[in-house]
C-alpha cells in the first residue's frame, strides 16, 4: 500500500507547524525559492551560505530541510549529528546534475596534464556531496568572489558547475579560470529582450538579477547579486520597483522582508518558467508528512563525507 493520502485540510497552519516540529527536536530549513507557506513554517529561511551556516551551528536531533537535495547533503555533512531528511526525495537540481563526479575527476586529471599543475576546484554549493568530496573549496553565490579572491593568483583554477557564475566571477575578479559547462534549467531561460520590455514598461525601476543568470541578463542590470544581497539592498531602499531576475518564489522573501517596495518577476509575474520544477515538488502535505515520519532520509557515506566536509568548512573560514 502506497502512503496515506493527506488532504489540504489535515495540514496545520504554519505556526503550528513549526511550534509542533519545535516540540519534536526538529530543525525546519527551509530556502528562499520554496513557497510562501513552506517559508512561513520554517525556523530560519535564507540562502545556500546562511542555510549553511545555520546547519553547522545546530545541535538539532533532527532537520527537516525544504529545498533540493544537494542542500539536505550540506546539512548532513554540517550537522553530523543529525537526522536529515526532506519533504520530496526527488528534489534535485539541473546544477548538480550536470557535473558527474566521475567525470569531473577525469578532467581534474586532464587539467593536471595540461596545465603541468593540478587546479584549485571551487565548486559552486549547487553539486552533489561527491563533487564537492573532489573539490578544495565550495562557494555560494554571496560568498563566491571572496572564495575566489582567497585562492593566489597564480594557482589554476577550475571553477565548477556553473558557467554563468563562473563567468561572471572572472569578469569580477579578472581571473581567468577554467569553467565547466554547466547552467541552472531556471536562471537559463531568463530573456534580455523580455527584460528590456519590462524595463522600458517600468521607468524608475531598478533590476536585480542572480549571477546564475546568462551574460545578456547580468549586462542589462543594475545589480548582479545572490538572494542575500538582493534582500540588503531592498531593506536599504523604499517606494522602488525592483525587477528581480532569479526563481519566481523569492519575491515572497522580498515582499515579506521589505514590503515597502514593489517587485516585479522577469520575464514576467505570468510566466511560470521561472519557478524551479524541483523546489516546487516540495509541497505542504508533503512537509508536514515528513514531519511526521521522519523521513525520506538524506544520508551522505562515510567515504564521501569527509572530504566534503572539509571543502565546506574552508568556504565558511573564508566566509
Given at each position: 500500500?502506497g ?7 489535515d ?16 530543525l ?8 510562501g ?8 529561511v535564507?540562502?545556500s551560505?546562511?542555510?549553511?551556516r ?7 536531533e ?5 529545498g533540493?537535495?544537494f ?5 548532513a555533512l ?6 536529515v ?9 539541473s546544477?548538480?546534475?550536470?557535473c558527474?563526479?566521475?567525470e ?6 586532464y587539467?593536471?596534464?595540461k596545465l ?16 564537492k568530496?573532489?573539490s578544495?573549496?565550495?562557494c555560494?553565490s554571496g ?8 585562492i593566489p593568483e ?5 571553477f565548477?558547475?556553473d558557467?554563468?557564475l563562473?563567468?561572471?566571477l572572472?569578469?569580477?575578479t ?11 534549467m ?18 524608475g525601476?531598478?533590476t ?11 549586462d542589462?542590470?543594475?545589480y548582479?547579486l545572490?538572494t ?9 531602499n ?25 517587485y ?9 518558467c ?6 516546487q515538488?516540495n509541497?505542504?502535505a ?13 544520508v551522505?557515506?562515510?567515504e ?7 571543502a ?7 566566509a
Open positions: 500500500m502512503a496515506p493520502v493527506i488532504s489540504l485540510t495540514i496545520p497552519e504554519p505556526a503550528e507547524i513549526r511550534d509542533l516540529a519545535t516540540e519534536r527536536g526538529i525546519v530549513l527551509a530556502h528562499s525559492y520554496q513557497d507557506f513552506i517559508q512561513d513554517s520554517a525556523h530560519f535564507g540562502d551560505l546562511e542555510l549553511a545555520e546547519a553547522a551551528k545546530s545541535d538539532a533532527a532537520i527537516c530541510f525544504c533540493v537535495h542542500m539536505a547533503e550540506t546539512a554540517l550537522c553530523p549529528q543529525a537526522e531528511f526532506v519533504p520530496d526525495l526527488n528534489a534535485g537540481c546544477l548538480a546534475d550536470s558527474e563526479a566521475e569531473l575527476a577525469k578532467y581534474q586529471d587539467l593536471q596534464s603541468g599543475k593540478r587546479p584549485q576546484t571551487v565548486a559552486y554549493i549547487n553539486c552533489t556531496a561527491a563533487v568530496a573532489l578544495d573549496i565550495i555560494t560568498n563566491a568572489k571572496a572564495v575566489v579572491e582567497s597564480d594557482d589554476p583554477i577550475l565548477v558547475p558557467r554563468h563562473g563567468g561572471w572572472n569578469e569580477t579578472g581571473r581567468n579560470m577554467e569553467l565547466w559547462n554547466g547552467s541552472c531556471v536562471h537559463e531561460l531568463f530573456s534580455v529582450d523580455t527584460l528590456c520590455d519590462l524595463q522600458m514598461a517600468n521607468p525601476s531598478v536585480i538579477s542572480h549571477p546564475e543568470c546568462p551574460k545578456p541578463v547580468r542589462a542590470s543594475d548582479v545572490g542575500a544581497g538582493m534582500l540588503r539592498l531592498a531593506q536599504e523604499s517606494a522602488t520597483t525592483f525587477l528581480v531576475g532569479t526563481e519566481g518564489n523569492m519575491l515572497y522573501r522580498l515582499e515579506q522582508v521589505a514590503p515597502q517596495n514593489t516585479i518577476s522577469a520575464p514576467g509575474a505570468s510566466c511560470a521561472n519557478l524551479c520544477p524541483h523546489m515538488l509541497t505542504s508533503k512537509l508536514w508528512e515528513a514531519l511526521e515520519t521522519r523521513g525520506p532520509r538524506v551522505v557515506p562515510m564521501i563525507a569527509h572530504p566534503a566536509r572539509r565546506l568548512d574552508r568556504m565558511l573560514e573564508v
